[in-house]
């Protein structure tokens, strides 16, 4: 079965840095949306930003600038680079993979159920 494994997670301090990766296991990539979300203590669960098979990516208006989409390959791993990190980015994150036409809808449109397949999440926490 498919299986997407976040890591990289920890505390910072805000200002600071960290890159989470996210492993596919029989999941290519390739003509995939390949999404992060996260979500916070009391709050709906939100996309941060996605990327489609050609590597083109976008983001919530709230990390632009900071945050950063990528992929080695058709099999990931996927990474989210995430510099000048804030309290407010404290939350549980998660990949998720999707048909490719996800991600023609603007990431803070994108609903977690459109996703077939989720990870376990990866803490981030900013003080």
């Known amino acids: 079965h498919v299986q997407l494994v976040e890591s990289g997670g920890g505390s910072v301090q805000a200002g600071g840095s960290l890159r989470l990766s996210c492993a596919a296991s029989r999941y290519s990539f390739n003509s995939a949306c390949m999404g992060w979300f996260r979500q916070a203590p009391g709050k709906e669960r939100e996309g941060v930003g996605a990327?489609?098979?050609?590597?083109?990516?976008s983001y919530r208006d709230s990390v632009k600038g900071r945050f950063t989409i990528s992929k080695d390959n058709t099999e990931g791993p996927l990474y989210l680079q995430m510099n000048g990190l804030k309290p407010e980015d404290t939350a549980m994150y998660y990949c998720?993979?999707?048909?490719?036409?996800?991600?023609?809808?603007?990431?803070?449109?994108?609903?977690?159920?459109?996703?077939?397949?989720w990870g376990q999440g990866t803490q981030v926490t900013v003080s």
């Open positions: 998720a993979a999707g048909t490719w036409n996800l991600c023609g809808a603007p990431v803070a449109a994108l609903a977690s159920t459109d996703f077939d397949y």
């Open positions: 990327i489609d098979s050609d590597g083109s990516t």
